[in-house]
């Protein structure tokens, strides 16, 4: 059986790419196949992504798989 997906209480929604900047937060954005890592900054990637996007989900690919 496969699990439902994950889904924001209404109150509290997923934290997103803006809410990370405006923090200035790092990312670390970690392959699950290669176990590759690799550290962003929230601000560059909002430059190139959009800033709605949730912080749960992966930006990209990884570009070694």
């Avoid at 929604?13 to 670390?28: H, I, S, V």
């Avoid at 909002?46 to 690919?61: A, E, G, N, S």
């Amino acid at each position: 059986a496969s699990r439902p997906p994950i889904t924001a209480h209404p109150a509290k929604p997923f934290p997103t790419l803006r809410d990370a900047a405006k923090e200035g937060q790092l990312m670390l954005v970690r392959c699950s196949m290669c176990k590759r890592s690799k550290y962003f900054l929230a601000a560059d990637l909002i430059t190139v992504m959009d800033p709605k996007h949730p912080l749960h989900l992966p930006p990209f690919p990884c570009s070694k798989c």
